[in-house]
């Protein structure tokens, strides 16, 4: 990463763009450091991230027509699932640290907030506390590590040896069983793993926007990944468009909502709270590869409750 805060904030006015940058721990980090913070390697015979950014404006036409023509009426105009009634669904934002381990972020949030929805177990319920987070250290130490993935050069979460596969086969236990320290670390959960795993029993791939609003809409949030330019390090508010900048690499998130009006996913981000809007970034439809395609979490064969 090298780009000059004040030029970028000139380019952004320039642009006329929906969004501000400014300092944040992300910009603060020396040239090429940041990258560590990403993750996302494409899986064998996947796209290229070339190809998902491709995709993702190819697809945008088709979507932009639909929402022109209001075909899109069958679901809301926008969905927040950290407000629904006044009930929020999404756990707090976390940091993944100098480790490109934001497959495992972007997964975990997805399964955990699928797995409060199922239960009907809000994080601000009396009852939340039972509904635990799941381990990103064993999804990335022993699930990626399985597959000679590393901090170093990241993952991904589709395919027979992604993530949402390992969360399948071999179930995630809680974070108190293995919490989270950024850095190579052995696979070393608790010794009572086997009695905490919750499995998720299957999920799928979206392609198309109009399906992915609809589950957002009706099932809960999704994964995805996207391309990473150096100016986006530098988000802080408003509908993140690419406007100047490095191509930095891929990077997993999970998105938790829509705004018609925006014409924006509204995205939690791990790079813990202080960067963007609290730890959570809007991005534009078709932006960046965001909308390629995003991952489901379908259900679930056993979800391991805590006293």
Same mark, same amino acid.
């Given at each position: 990463?090298?780009? @000059?805060?004040?030029?970028?904030?000139?380019?952004?006015?320039?642009?006329?763009?929906?969004? &501000?940058?400014?300092? @944040?721990?992300?910009?603060?980090?020396?040239?090429?450091?940041?990258?560590?913070?990403?993750?996302?390697?494409?899986?064998?015979?996947?796209?290229?991230?070339?190809?998902?950014?491709?995709?993702?404006?190819?697809?945008?036409?088709?979507?932009?027509?639909?929402?022109?023509?209001?075909?899109?009426? $069958?679901?809301?105009?926008?969905?927040?699932?950290?407000?629904?009634?006044?009930?929020?669904?999404?756990?707090?934002?976390?940091?993944?640290?100098?480790?490109?381990?934001? $497959?495992?972020?972007?997964?975990?949030?997805?399964?955990?907030?699928? *797995?409060?929805?199922?239960?009907? /177990?809000?994080?601000?319920?009396?009852?939340?506390? /039972?509904?635990?987070?799941?381990?990103?250290?064993?999804?990335?130490?022993?699930?990626?590590?399985?597959? #000679?993935?590393?901090?170093?050069?990241?993952?991904?979460?589709?395919?027979?040896?992604?993530?949402?596969?390992?969360?399948? $086969?071999?179930?995630?236990?809680?974070?108190?069983?293995?919490?989270?320290?950024?850095?190579?670390?052995?696979?070393?959960?608790?010794?009572?793993?086997? @009695?905490?795993?919750?499995?998720?029993?299957?999920?799928? $791939?979206?392609?198309?926007?109009?399906? *992915?609003?609809?589950?957002?809409?009706?099932?809960?949030?999704?994964?995805?990944?996207?391309?990473?330019?150096? %100016?986006?390090?530098?988000?802080?508010?408003?509908?993140?468009?690419?406007?100047?900048?490095?191509?930095? #690499?891929?990077?997993?998130?999970?998105?938790?909502?829509?705004?018609?009006?925006?014409?924006?996913?509204?995205?939690?981000?791990?790079?813990?709270?202080?960067?963007? /809007?609290?730890?959570?970034?809007?991005?534009?439809? #078709?932006?960046?590869?965001?909308?390629? &395609? *995003?991952?489901?979490? %379908?259900?679930?064969?056993?979800? @391991?409750?805590?006293?």
């Amino acid at each position: 990463m090298s780009i @000059n805060l004040k030029d970028l904030q000139a380019s952004l006015v320039t642009a006329k763009a929906t969004w &501000q940058a400014a300092a @944040n721990d992300m910009t603060a980090l020396a040239p090429g450091v940041a990258a560590s913070r990403l993750g996302f390697s494409p899986a064998p015979g996947d796209k290229t991230l070339a190809q998902h950014e491709a995709t993702a404006t190819a697809n945008l036409q088709v979507h932009l027509a639909a929402l022109a023509v209001k075909t899109l009426t $069958v679901i809301p105009i926008s969905k927040d699932w950290r407000n629904v009634g006044g009930r929020n669904f999404i756990t707090p934002v976390k940091d993944q640290g100098a480790c490109g381990s934001c $497959v495992a972020f972007g997964t975990n949030a997805a399964i955990d907030a699928t *797995m409060r929805i199922v239960t009907g /177990i809000a994080v601000n319920d009396p009852n939340g506390h /039972i509904v635990p987070d799941l381990s990103e250290a064993q999804m990335f130490y022993c699930g990626g590590a399985a597959q #000679g993935r590393n901090c170093g050069n990241g993952w991904w979460p589709t395919g027979p040896n992604g993530s949402f596969e390992y969360a399948k $086969v071999h179930g995630l236990a809680p974070e108190s069983c293995f919490p989270y320290t950024a850095g190579n670390q052995p696979c070393k959960p608790c010794a009572n793993q086997a @009695n905490l795993l919750t499995h998720i029993s299957a999920y799928h $791939v979206l392609t198309n926007a109009t399906d *992915m609003k609809t589950w957002l809409a009706q099932r809960g949030p999704l994964e995805t990944c996207f391309t990473v330019y150096s %100016d986006f390090y530098s988000y802080s508010s408003g509908v993140y468009h690419h406007v100047s900048g490095t191509l930095e #690499g891929g990077h997993c998130v999970c998105v938790i909502g829509y705004n018609d009006t925006l014409k924006a996913w509204l995205c939690k981000n791990s790079w813990g709270t202080t960067w963007g /809007i609290g730890g959570y970034f809007w991005i534009g439809y #078709g932006q960046c590869g965001i909308d390629s &395609q *995003m991952v489901a979490v %379908d259900g679930f064969s056993n979800i @391991n409750l805590v006293p």
